[in-house]
């Protein structure tokens, strides 16, 4: 399996609801990404974990809360978010734990909040 | 701040006619990697070329890089409609450091 899965496809949410985004690969890569997106801009990372330890969290508002189950699973929670977070929201592994890696992305999820 | 910056924002090319676009970035990078992502896509890695490296082919794929002028190239021969697509260039300097990607390239294939 050389791919990275995302699940929903699409979301929407209001804004005092609770979502989960999913990311999952079985590559055996042991760092994996969160970046979100907006329309014709590039990627921004949001958080890196690395040997499923949190490694790198770039300054993200506390509404997203990332966790990293096992190796193979990442998740997204999502709480009280504001309509500018709505974005592709895209997750990426790479196969060590150094980011300088090339990196698989999934197709990512449309998160619209409204 | 090291971001690559994407030269020009928006070709546009007739089929079969080659398609160069071109990154610059501010500090010394351990490796610059070139994606492609199609309209509201995941991004799909491109090619790798570390800072020793000058230039690396891939298909129809050729970059270049020059750390000299902090710049890189990717030419795409023979384009097809099927490159339509935004190219991001994205610098790594470090192992515990982000890819930073630059801007971005709007590639547009006209059959």
């Known amino acids: 399996d050389t791919e990275v899965t995302q699940t929903p496809k699409h979301l929407v949410m209001g804004m005092t609801n609770k979502k989960s985004l999913k990311c999952e690969q079985h590559?055996?890569?042991?760092?994996m990404y969160w970046y979100k997106q907006k329309a014709k801009k590039p990627p921004e990372l949001m958080f890196v974990?690395?040997?499923?330890?949190?490694?790198i969290n770039e300054s993200v508002p506390s509404r997203f809360s990332p966790e990293c189950p096992n190796s193979s699973l990442l998740n997204l929670h999502l709480h009280a978010l504001q309509p500018e977070d709505s974005a592709l929201y895209l997750c990426?592994?790479?196969?060590?734990?150094?980011?300088?890696?090339?990196?698989?992305f999934g197709p990512g999820t449309r998160l619209t909040v409204l | 701040s090291q971001q690559g910056e994407e030269d020009p924002q928006a070709l546009s090319i007739q089929e079969g006619e080659n398609a160069t676009m071109n990154c610059s970035y501010k500090t010394s990078i351990n490796n610059l990697q070139w994606y492609r992502q199609n309209s509201g896509r995941g991004l799909v890695h491109l090619i790798l070329i570390r800072s020793n490296e000058r230039e690396k082919h891939s298909g129809r794929l050729r970059v270049t890089l020059d750390t000299s002028k902090k710049s890189s190239s990717l030419l795409i021969t023979a384009s097809r409609a099927a490159d339509t697509a935004s190219y991001f260039c994205a610098t790594a300097v470090s192992g515990n450091t982000p890819l930073v990607f630059g801007k971005g390239t709007r590639l547009s294939v006209i059959a």
């Open positions: 974990y690395s040997y499923e330890k949190l490694s």
């Open positions: 990426a592994s790479s196969p060590t734990g150094v980011t300088y890696n090339e990196q698989f």
């Open positions: 590559m055996g890569h042991r760092a």
